[in-house]
């Protein structure tokens, strides 16, 4: 399916997210202490600094800080997916993650609400795309 | 330590590399050729330094314990910092001076990432995956795609950067991009990744440079007018990744207002501003954040000519790294020391008494410098 290097799925501390991305699941760790979601994986909170944190499955909902567009192909792989924005998306838990948008460019603007879906990169590896939770013909 | 001991330290020494003597050099081949020019610019000899302050490449090519075999340097404190953008590197030698570590301090930089390819080029790990093919060019685009949702900036507001550094570029006989840039041209180009343009991102070169630093008691014997150290002032945003000023580098300002009051200055006194350009939106977001222009008016400013030779902050007056060559800030600073020193022919800037450096690193790191020249 792909050609480029696959996330390292033996590593403890952030297997758990890329295992919930298989599953079709955003998965964080939220702090115990103080709430705080964070990513990237960390044995402790960062905020307040208590160790651990229970791995949650985050909502998928966030809205669009910024995009880019790809119009031309600048790697092989995208060729075919031209035009195609990539997200910044600020979730709601509050973590900013990248992801593709599989809504036309046209469609996007900063601040709309976006919702995860799934795609498999590869056996048992997952990736979040994202879509408008809205498109604006409807 | 006294406050004021920053105040005491200049540049007295600058050396560029931009060519290879011979096929094949490696980052650090650079990094010597360039100190070597900063030893004879400063009339010393290498006996004379006692202080080595090293930047590395992101690749990690440069560090203290090589350059300082290569150099045959054993000096009395040396150290590497692995986010130099000069700007940092500076900061450093200048607290070793004022603390007495060392008191004459060989500064280098050297990378070789034009020939090896772009340490920004690729992304790592999951987000390739997305498509982000360029890390540079995909960050500056959706930050530029921010501040137009954020200030209704059109795509010319955003290549007046690189149309007015062009034009710069054109008085800078060391610049690489001398061809000239129009708005017309600008506009006429294919998006690269939308909504950034091909002259919005610098390229990736090789090269090197380097610095003597020393007190401004010893500078005094020098060929040159000592560039003194007037200010200085950074921050590390590195709580929390999830900060969205961190896109935007809001706290330039803040950074800003404490370099100057080191300096006892007020941004009216600052008639050179070198802004670090590895792509023309990081211009508008600092030239905005360290007060210079009003949120979203820093196209309309630059477009009217107000960063242009006698425009009244002239700005990236080498070209930057957009048309003149990316160094990672540190050939901003030898622009500040020519143009300090009056050695700027065609695009010298007069009665020029004080400048700024403004450089930030992965949108995490902060830094501002003040210089002006030790009369």
Redesign the interface.
Known sequence: MTTLPLPDMSDPLASPHWQALSQGRIAMQRCGACGHVRWPAALSCPECLTEGGEWNTLSGRGTIWGYAVYETPLHPEFAGLCPYAVALVHLEEGPMIHGRMLDPPEELDCGLPVVAVFEQLADGIGIARFRLEQSRGS | MDPAAQHSVAIVGIGAATRQAVPGWRAEDYALAAARAALADAGIDKSQVNGLVTCKTLSGAGGDIVMGRALGLNPAYSATLDYGTCNFSIHLAAMVIAAGLADTVLLTYGTDQGSRGGDFSRYG??????????AI??MA???F??YQ?LHGASEADLGAVAVAQRRWALLNPDALHREPLTITDYLAE??Y???VRPSDIAGFHDGGAALIMTSLRRARDQPHVPVRLAGMAQTAQL????N?DN?ERRWMGDVADRALATAGAKRSDVGLLMIQDPASVWVLQMLEALGFAEPGGAGAMIAAGETALGGKLPLNTSGGHLSERYMWGWFHILEIVRQLRGACGARQVADLHMAMHASTMVAQKGSVSLFEAAL
């Open positions: 790990n999951h987000d390739i995956h997305h498509g982000m093919v360029d060019g995909s685009a959706l930050m795609r921010r949702y294919p998006h990744i939308a909504p709580g929390n990744l999830a969205p896109y």
